[in-house]
């Protein structure tokens, strides 16, 4: 799932969270999200992580993390 989709979906999935009784399925589709999101550090440390620490992030890697990096990296 993009970015963008995950923008435009995260207002109305809270909202969906805390004033309805679909909160169980919308924290099971959350918590998918964000294990897919966190899959590329598992699956490809090479290409996410510098010299295979976790702490030494390369752009892609930093990007899986911190979204808001985007206008940086491409600077």
């Not at 010299?51 to 030494?56: E, G, H, I, S, V």
């Amino acid at each position: 799932m993009s970015y963008r989709i995950d923008a435009l979906l995260s207002v109305p999935r809270q909202v969906t969270m805390v004033l309805t009784e679909y909160s169980t399925i919308v924290c099971v589709a959350l918590t998918c999200q964000l294990v897919g999101t966190f899959l590329d550090l598992v699956t490809q440390p090479s290409a996410t992580l510098q010299y295979d620490n976790p702490f030494l992030l390369t752009i892609e890697g930093g990007l899986v993390i911190d979204p808001c990096s985007w206008p940086r990296a491409w600077s």
